[in-house]
């Protein structure tokens, strides 16, 4: 039962990530508003595959809550019934939380594709928090982190409703990406304090102080960075997905500030990566916060002297969120392992 709760709290976390990585899809092709009603999509479990399905249509039976876009709005059905030969306004009533009434077959289609990757790893937590309670007699904690697991993702199915709402406002989607973050690290938690890795009996009170030092500025490195983020939203709105090479010209102060404080993050993670191998220490998942801190670098520098070519953009939120999650894993596991050598120590 054990391993398979660890197993579980895995393929949740793959599966968050999945999500981080279709969300910042859907944010660069502009797909954010494919589909403009929440949970459904234009009221259908199915979305619409072309525009015409959104036409009124004679003599067709409707059902409660579909959308037909009528005159530049959205209509949605009060009840269902079947239509006559003429259109009557008594039957609908017009979305009001927002005025976005377009169609594109992409755009939706990749919006419910995140969406259906949502609602996967929403199960797969679901599974998680079941199966903690195995553990309610030994480490009551897994049980508490499992439910809060679960809660995180209710509101942020919640947040992902009020973002479709407001028509992608720029402090919402910076919400909803900062819960997801949350979530991730409720889980790399629950993973770190369910491994069965051996403790290290070197003194690493050193190696922890630098962990978190470079886990603090990547903290702050991200949240430049989601600043940075939503200045380039609002110049894609200004100038179209088709000219990239306006998004950051002229770049903003912050731009620079999150381009030059990228060096500092790098040294101390180069230091840090250098006094583990120094020491002789078994945290092979630092060898993938430096390829991840790697690749995180050469994306951003793509980005700005390539004009952002395409896939960069996203890629490089899903490796800071990895970054995120491979440093918490990292000082997690250091924390758990000298709490058990101390305990062990206690026992002797």
Request: net charge positive.
């Given at each position: 039962?054990?391993?398979?709760?660890?197993?579980?709290?895995?393929?949740?976390?793959?599966?968050?990530?999945?999500?981080?990585?279709?969300?910042?899809?859907v944010?660069?092709?502009?797909?954010?508003?494919?589909?403009?009603?929440w949970?459904?999509?234009?009221?259908?479990?199915i979305?619409?595959?072309?525009r015409?399905?959104l036409d009124?249509?004679?003599?067709?039976?409707?059902?409660?809550?579909?959308?037909?876009?009528?005159?530049?709005?959205l209509?949605v059905?009060?009840?269902?019934?079947?239509?006559?030969?003429?259109y009557?306004?008594?039957?609908?009533?017009?979305?009001?939380?927002?005025?976005y009434?377009?169609?594109n077959?992409?755009h939706?289609?990749?919006?419910?594709?995140n969406?259906?990757?949502?609602a996967?790893?929403?199960i797969?937590?679901?599974?998680?928090?079941?199966?903690?309670?195995?553990?309610?007699?030994q480490?009551?904690?897994?049980?508490?982190?499992s439910?809060?697991?679960?809660?995180?993702?209710?509101?942020?199915?919640w947040?992902?409703k009020t973002?479709v709402?407001s028509?992608?406002?720029?402090t919402?989607?910076?919400?909803?990406?900062?819960?997801?973050?949350?979530?991730v690290?409720?889980?790399?938690?629950?993973?770190?304090?369910?491994?069965?890795?051996?403790?290290?009996n070197?003194?690493?009170?050193?190696?922890?102080?630098?962990?978190?030092?470079?886990?603090?500025?990547?903290?702050i490195?991200?949240?430049?960075g989601t600043?940075?983020?939503?200045?380039?939203?609002?110049?894609?709105d200004?100038?179209?997905?088709?000219?990239?090479?306006?998004?950051?010209?002229?770049?903003?102060?912050k731009?620079?500030?999150h381009?030059?404080f990228?060096?500092?993050?790098?040294?101390?993670?180069?230091?840090?990566?250098?006094?583990?191998?120094?020491?002789?220490?078994?945290?092979?998942?630092?060898?993938?916060?430096?390829l991840?801190?790697?690749?995180e670098?050469?994306?951003?520098?793509?980005?700005?002297?390539?004009?952002?070519?395409?896939?960069?953009q996203?890629?490089?939120?899903?490796?800071?969120?990895?970054?995120?999650?491979?440093?918490?894993?990292?000082?997690f596991?250091l924390?758990?392992?000298?709490?058990?050598?101390?305990?062990?120590?206690?026992?002797i």
């Open positions: 039962m054990k391993k398979r709760f660890r197993f579980w709290v895995g393929v949740s976390l793959v599966l968050v990530y999945i999500v981080i990585a279709a969300g910042a899809i944010r660069v092709t502009g797909s954010g508003m494919g589909c403009p009603d949970p459904k999509c234009f009221g259908y479990l979305p619409p595959t072309e015409g399905q009124w249509i004679s003599e067709h039976n409707y059902k409660t809550g579909e959308v037909i876009i009528v005159n530049e709005s209509q059905a009060k009840k269902d019934f079947t239509s006559t030969n003429k009557s306004e008594s039957n609908w009533e017009t979305y009001t939380k927002h005025h009434a377009h169609f077959a992409f939706t289609w990749v919006e419910f594709i969406r259906l990757a949502g996967l790893s929403g797969a937590t679901l599974i998680v928090g079941i199966l903690s309670f195995s553990y309610w007699k480490k009551k904690r897994i049980v508490i982190f439910v809060l697991v679960n809660l995180g993702m209710g509101f942020q199915a947040l992902g973002v709402d028509n992608l406002l720029p919402k989607i910076s919400l909803h990406m900062i819960m997801a973050l949350l979530i690290a409720f889980l790399v938690y629950l993973y770190a304090l369910t491994s069965s890795d051996e403790s290290e070197t003194d690493t009170s050193k190696i922890k102080k630098l962990g978190i030092i470079a886990f603090v500025l990547t903290l490195q991200i949240g430049i600043q940075v983020r939503q200045f380039i939203d609002i110049q894609i200004f100038h179209g997905m088709e000219q990239a090479v306006k998004w950051l010209n002229p770049a903003p102060i731009f620079y500030v381009r030059s990228s060096l500092i993050v790098v040294l101390i993670n180069t230091y840090l990566f250098y006094s583990i191998r120094k020491m002789n220490l078994r945290f092979p998942v630092y060898n993938w916060v430096i991840i801190l790697g690749a670098v050469l994306t951003g520098i793509l980005m700005y002297y390539f004009d952002f070519p395409i896939a960069t996203p890629l490089h939120l899903l490796l800071a969120s990895l970054l995120f999650g491979g440093q918490l894993y990292f000082l596991q924390s758990i392992q000298n709490l058990n050598t101390h305990s062990h120590d206690l026992q």
